[in-house]
């Protein structure tokens, strides 16, 4: 696609449900990041990719969270039994080459809220 | 491990004024330094990014950045600032350890262009 494409754009959920966000990068972008953003925060690195393989998950806060990217391309981050504090923006951004010094094109993310 | 200070979260400026938005890195090796600028309910999109050679990078809007080795620092300027330039601002800083790529974001600052 044009762009990096996530969805829903707003997810509104009761506390214990299972919530699953997606996420759809630029077409041949090789790595794929999800990101999780407080009001007023900066982006707080969740994981990433290179094609289908989880590169880094070490800013998964707990193990409710997952993530899988089955086919190098479309990613789903996972969260299980919902908790208040888990409402954020969620944001994904994928990148062309693996390396460093490449930008990220950022979704417009998916604001989470759970009652 | 690498952490980026953005020491101001929020900067009112007048109109044609000029801005300086400040950046802090601290990283045991070698790091790419961005500025990142998200306008509301948008994602993220670069400003600009150091890699190597020339200290002052000039980025899209009139931005640059100039970047100082010895104080860490990669401080965002603009001469003259417009209405339009209202919006978050990020530095971020993405190194590789042991093959592992970091891409950290700091906490913004909210840039607000006074008429």
């Known amino acids: 696609g044009a762009g990096v494409s996530q969805s829903p754009r707003y997810k509104v959920t009761k506390r214990g449900q299972d919530v699953a966000l997606r996420c759809d990068p630029i077409?041949?972008?090789?790595?794929l990041y999800w990101y999780r953003q407080a009001l007023g925060q900066g982006p707080e690195f969740l994981t990433y990719?290179?094609?289908?393989?989880?590169?880094?998950k070490s800013g998964l806060p707990n193990d409710r969270f997952s993530a899988e990217r089955p086919e190098g391309s479309i990613s789903t981050l996972t969260i299980q039994r919902t908790e208040q504090r888990d409402s954020a923006m969620y944001r994904c951004?994928?990148?062309?080459?693996?390396?460093?010094?490449?930008?990220?094109?950022f979704g417009e993310g998916s604001r989470l809220t759970v009652l | 491990a690498q952490s980026v200070t953005q020491l101001d979260s929020q900067v009112p400026v007048f109109e044609e004024a000029p801005v300086e938005l400040r950046c802090n890195y601290s990283?045991?090796?070698?790091?790419?330094l961005f500025w990142y600028v998200q306008y509301p309910n948008q994602g993220l999109q670069l400003l600009l990014k150091?890699?190597?050679?020339?200290?002052l990078v000039k980025g899209i809007n009139g931005f640059e950045a100039e970047f100082n080795k010895s104080q860490t620092s990669f401080h965002l300027r603009k001469p003259s600032v417009h209405i339009s330039d209202t919006a978050e601002y990020f530095c971020?800083?993405?190194?590789?350890?042991?093959?592992?790529?970091?891409?950290?974001f700091g906490t913004g600052t909210r840039l607000k262009v006074l008429a």
């Open positions: 951004a994928s990148s062309l080459a693996r390396s460093q010094t490449g930008e990220l094109f």
């Open positions: 990719f290179n094609y289908e393989a989880q590169q880094d």
């Open positions: 150091y890699l190597s050679g020339s200290t």
């Open positions: 990283s045991s090796v070698s790091v790419y």
């Open positions: 971020a800083v993405s190194t590789v350890t042991s093959g592992t790529y970091k891409y950290i």
């Open positions: 077409s041949g972008h090789v790595s």
